[in-house]
């Protein structure tokens, strides 16, 4: 079976970080692309990045572009998404996905063509 399992969420003040973790039980996320998705309380869920299954395209959203970041640790079987410069409205149920893509260099951002899901991760960022 597959599963995904996200972990590092937490309480953080504004301006910090946390590293989020994805990890695979069950199969390789390297022929994987993998997403990271978040939905706040009352809000759509929103794409955050994404990542080619090789690792080297990737995206972000407009709202996170140059204070997230994501990676691939292929000997780990994981996936990043290192947060900096944290803001209140980064507070979600952060969540990622993966998909088998259809080019191995194709960052895939769109909620609907992921096919698995983890659990999510809390990530608060308060005062």
């Known amino acids: 079976q597959l599963q995904l399992v996200e972990s590092g969420g937490g309480l953080v003040q504004p301006g910090g970080s946390l590293r989020l973790s994805c990890a695979a039980s069950?199969?390789?996320?390297?022929?994987?692309?993998i997403g990271w998705f978040r939905q706040a309380p009352g809000k759509e869920r929103e794409v955050v990045s994404c990542?080619?299954?090789?690792?080297?395209?990737?995206d972000y959203a407009g709202s996170v572009k140059g204070r997230f970041t994501i990676s691939r640790d292929h000997a780990k079987n994981t996936v990043h998404l290192q947060m900096n410069s944290l803001k209140p409205e980064d507070t979600a149920v952060y969540y990622c996905?993966?998909?088998?893509?259809?080019?191995?260099?194709?960052?895939?951002?769109?909620?609907?063509?992921?096919?698995?899901w983890g659990q999510g991760t809390q990530v608060t960022v308060s005062s």
């Open positions: 996905a993966a998909t088998i893509p259809i080019a191995t260099t194709q960052a895939m951002c769109a909620p609907y063509v992921y096919e698995y």
């Open positions: 069950g199969f390789t996320l390297d022929y994987y692309a």
């Open positions: 990542i080619s299954s090789e690792g080297a395209s990737t």
